[in-house]
């Protein structure tokens, strides 16, 4: 593998290669001598990856050089579309609306998902925004390196991971739980029950065959999604249409059983049901043109996603009393007790396709994040490898796939779910965060009174939206907290308005309303984080541990080594180019 900054074209080597110097170049890992002096400069080291920062032009044309092959830019805003609704609509919608509607909101999911949706639009926003500029593999890991430096990316990066891979594992066990109603047997039927664990085999077999296939070709995955999301659609027509007709207003009574609290704990988890958009800035790099297709393709497909939502989770509750509703199948059984027993079949042939579709769009995106994560040498650049044939990256689909169908054979989905809202709602927040330091800061532009207090409104902002949403944790409630905490997140938002002038107008499409848009966005993420339980916090906690730990053996000293090896690199290139002169003078 060659450093980025080679002018010379990089000498082609065979794709399967598994040499220390594919996984392990930097000069720390060369021997013991070399790593035991890299960790004696592990505290000078941390504070220079700390300040660092890329820039647009390293993000979309140095680093791709680390892939050795170009993808293959084949995708259209019909494409992206389709992807849309493919990489959205599967497990959530079909899995967690009955899990929340009987646990925690009852019939008022509909506002869970009306409340998650609002978030996840202003989250698109932001998305949409840095994907036009930035059209790059690396998706919000590339975005929050250049504006947030690469310590807070490479946090990031470890949840996208996370999230890619929890997720992909959630959705799997999903599909056995539906395959089996389809099959007229119990959800967990066609698991093996081993000690405290119900073996999933079947969810493995799913995540290789739809990684296979986004494996052999993005544009061949594009066109199996959008024939088998176009099906599904029908589907969900049915749902609805069939739903309202055998509707019971008497169902909707008591509307919230639990509460204001109860929706909000529901919204936090069904915000999984809305993950996966982001995989579309992720193929901004096979997309033909990226600043008229990714606005049309995220924005058009989420708006109508949000919509479908709110309408199939009203149906549902009209259709079932929420303490009757199977949280394991629930639209299929709901059908069934209203006598149309034959429509839960059809109902879980679409849930399959929907989450066939997840996994095939997951498999595209996740794989794209992870390249450009080993592009930048946080994980070991052998995953950036693109192969030439097929333009895909097919060593970072594999670790995705490999380490989602470890966690798909041995865990249970409402675990899943929590974690992944939580990594998920971090994302997002830290997004919208990365949006207001792009229009409000430019390095070596900005004046420095500007820059302090930009840092002190966001800080405020953050503040107040982490005051709100533990005042809320902990007397849901009392009204005195938020006369303090909802003025302050007002006065930060008004202070940037006012006080800082935009450095940065976006080229072709921006967020609109800012600050207020990306401030209300990481008010809400804050906000819906703090509505989730203990347990999946802690098990965050144990996985930001583990990065860190990960980041301090490792990924510090990788990307240390490689941006200086580029400064060298820049450097001999300015020298070699004034001797040039010298000798034409």
């Not at 052998?382 to 490999?402: D, E, Q, S, Y």
Request: proline share 4%; charged share 15%; hydrophobic share 50%.
């Amino acid at each position: 593998m060659s450093y980025i900054g080679k002018e010379d074209e990089v000498q082609q080597r065979p794709y399967w290669r598994w040499s220390k110097v594919d996984f392990l170049p930097e000069e720390s890992f060369q021997n013991w001598n070399t790593y035991l002096s890299a960790l004696s400069q592990i505290y000078s080291r941390f504070n220079d990856r700390l300040l660092s920062r890329s820039d647009d032009a390293n993000e979309i044309t140095q680093l791709r050089k680390q892939s050795e092959n170009d993808m293959k830019r084949c995708l259209t805003w019909w494409d992206l579309t389709w992807f849309g609704f493919g990489s959205v609509i599967g497990a959530g919608i079909f899995v967690l609306t009955g899990q929340e509607a009987h646990h925690h909101a009852g019939p008022a999911i509909v506002l869970s998902y009306a409340a998650s949706g609002i978030s996840a639009m202003l989250s698109v926003f932001c998305y949409t925004e840095f994907a036009v500029e930035i059209p790059v593999a690396g998706g919000s890991f590339a975005y929050l390196r250049i504006e947030l430096g690469d310590f807070v990316a490479f946090i990031t990066a470890g949840n996208i991971l996370l999230e890619s891979i929890v997720g992909g594992a959630a959705v799997a066990r999903s599909w056995t739980s539906y395959f089996a109603t389809l099959l007229d047997r119990q959800p967990d039927s066609l698991r093996i029950p081993k000690g405290n664990y119900l073996l999933d085999p079947i969810a493995v077999a799913v995540l290789a065959i739809a990684a296979t296939i986004a494996m052999i070709s993005t544009k061949k995955t594009s066109q199996l999604n959008w024939i088998a999301t176009a099906l599904n659609t029908l589907v969900i027509l049915f749902v609805l249409i069939a739903g309202f007709a055998h509707a019971n207003t008497s169902n909707l009574t008591p509307f919230l059983p639990h509460g204001a609290k109860g929706i909000f704990q529901a919204a936090a988890i069904v915000y999984f049901a809305y993950g996966g958009f982001d995989n579309i800035a992720t193929m901004a790099e096979e997309t033909k043109n990226p600043s008229r297709d990714i606005p049309l393709g995220l924005l058009g497909s989420m708006s109508i996603i949000t919509v479908v939502y709110c309408l199939m989770a009203l149906s549902l509750s009209m259709m079932q009393k929420y303490t009757e509703i199977d949280p394991k199948a629930a639209y299929s059984m709901a059908f069934q007790s209203v006598g149309m027993k034959w429509a839960k079949y059809l109902v879980a042939l679409g849930a399959l396709k929907g989450m066939t579709t997840v996994l095939l769009v997951g498999a595209l995106g996740q794989a794209r994040y992870t390249t450009h994560i080993a592009r930048a040498h946080m994980i070991p650049p052998w995953f950036a490898l693109v192969h030439p044939k097929t333009g895909t990256p097919i060593n970072a689909t594999l670790l995705m796939t490999i380490s989602s169908g470890l966690i798909a054979f041995f865990s249970s989905l409402d675990v899943l779910a929590s974690l992944l809202s939580v990594s998920t709602l971090f994302i997002f927040m830290m997004m919208a965060v990365a949006l207001l330091v792009r229009r409000y800061y430019v390095r070596e532009v900005t004046p420095g009174i500007n820059q302090l207090k930009l840092v002190i409104f966001l800080l405020v902002i953050i503040a107040s939206s982490m005051g709100t949403s533990a005042y809320w944790g902990l007397r849901p409630n009392g009204w005195v907290g938020y006369v303090v905490t909802i003025p302050l997140w007002f006065l930060g938002t008004m202070g940037i308005s006012i006080f800082l002038p935009q450095q940065r107008t976006p080229k072709v499409w921006g967020v609109p309303l800012v600050p207020w848009l990306p401030s209300l966005s990481v008010a809400i993420n804050i906000f819906l984080m703090g509505s989730l339980g203990t347990p999946a916090f802690i098990r965050f906690g144990i996985c930001t541990v583990a990065m860190l730990v990960y980041y301090i053996l490792v990924g510090v000293h990788a990307t240390y080594d490689m941006a200086h090896q580029q400064q060298k690199l820049d450097a001999l290139k300015v020298k070699n180019e004034d001797e040039d002169k010298e000798e034409k003078a």
